[in-house]
């Protein structure tokens, strides 16, 4: 009797296991397409609603992406890897097309289950929104070959922890992963050039990200958010930073510029209290070019990239008196500038005045604060 018992147990056990395995074999399908357009004829309806698991292989078009957007609605996991799309009319003898190689615009996004995704190594462009909204999506590495990243491509992608987006890409639009607040690590491949607008915007778990030696431009409020980065570092190559960069960066500590010329910004790229709170590294024999900037002098300290303090001071020629400048009783006093063209400008970048002054000392009713004085022989600050 127990003998019996037990293999009956152990019947139902295997049944149990079998049913199971069958279940999960049938929600995994891998389909290789013949004729572009033609998925919504491989996959049954009767199957659509529970597939979790889709290989796609061979031509592919708007069509089938479409189909797998609006009608597999709990699909967990796609490769489509081994594809190419192919260009298609947007309407039956319509001029216009959905391009080749292009994962177009809004192509994947809203999938709420899709936690997985390889992407065609054939494509060039990721479109606008491609994969928008895609909440449970958690890794994703951009192809090679891949030139250009739409706005909002990847962004509200909740749940995403890692990202890689390869040197071919040379273009990307704004909001490329607004609100991945999940959002750890970050790969950003060397040949890139630009980051776009608020690329990382509300990023709020990224702590760190090392920015490729290639870069040139880093776009408006490209980490606004990023409440837990505590450093960024500048590569040197870079000629240009956008307005409010590090906006509601409350963590981020140091700033290293690498560039040999201090790049282009705006005295909108940094919050007037950044430049009290965060320490400023710069190569030491750069120190004129950033104290000559409106903007990158405003930071109060200023160190070598060892982190050791870089003397600010003017140079004036042997047996000319250095400028000197200082605050009291409501004036601005310059001295030993009679002759020379200076400039003063506030905290913000703004020129306040500029001025030749006939005499010795000059000086200006101004209110107490800091002051970047511009010089023929250099830069000074006054507080």
Not at 228 to 249: N, S, W
Not at 346 to 371: H, K, R
């Amino acid at each position: 009797m127990k003998q019996s018992y037990l293999f009956i147990t152990l019947l139902l056990t295997l049944l149990c296991a079998t049913s199971a395995f069958s279940q999960e074999e049938s929600n995994k399908r891998e389909v290789t397409l013949a004729e572009a357009g033609t998925l919504s004829k491989q996959i049954p309806e009767s199957e659509q609603a529970t597939l979790q698991s889709l290989t796609l292989k061979g031509d592919i078009n708007y069509h089938d992406l479409v189909f797998i957007r609006k009608k597999l609605k709990g699909l967990q996991n796609l490769d489509f890897t081994e594809t190419h799309i192919q260009r298609v009319e947007r309407a039956p003898g319509s001029d216009t097309f959905y391009p080749a190689d292009t994962l177009f615009d809004y192509s994947l996004e809203e999938m709420p289950t899709l936690q997985s995704v390889k992407i065609s190594k054939n494509i060039k462009a990721i479109g606008m929104k491609a994969f928008h909204n895609d909440v449970a999506l958690t890794e994703v590495e951009i192809p090679e070959g891949v030139t250009h990243l739409g706005g909002y491509a990847f962004a509200f992608c909740k749940g995403l922890k890692k990202a890689t987006v390869p040197g071919t890409v040379k273009m990307i639009e704004n909001y490329a992963f607004l609100g991945c607040v999940a959002l750890e690590e970050v790969t950003l491949g060397e040949g890139m050039t630009m980051l776009g607008g608020d690329m990382f915007n509300d990023c709020k778990s990224l702590r760190k990200v090392d920015l490729p030696s290639t870069i040139e431009s880093i776009g408006g409020q490209s980490f606004k958010g990023c409440v837990l980065l505590t450093e960024l570092t500048i590569p040197a190559a870079c000629k240009q930073v956008g307005i409010q960069i590090l906006r509601d960066c409350p963590a981020m500590k140091v700033i290293t510029s690498l560039a040999t010329k201090a790049p282009e910004a705006s005295p909108r790229s940094f919050y007037p209290e950044q430049f009290d709170q965060i320490e400023l590294r710069i190569p030491a024999d750069a120190i004129t070019s950033y104290l000559d900037s409106p903007v990158w002098s405003l930071f109060k300290t200023i160190h070598d990239l060892d982190g050791k303090p870089i003397p600010l001071s003017v140079e004036a020629p042997h047996g000319v008196a250095t400028p000197t400048a200082y605050w009291q009783d409501g004036h601005l006093y310059i001295e030993h500038v009679a002759g020379l063209t200076i400039a003063i400008y506030d905290t913000t970048g703004q020129l306040l005045l500029e001025d030749t002054p006939a005499v010795e000392t000059a000086s200006y009713p101004l209110p107490q604060g800091l002051y970047i004085i511009k010089t023929p022989y250099g830069v000074l600050r006054a507080l």
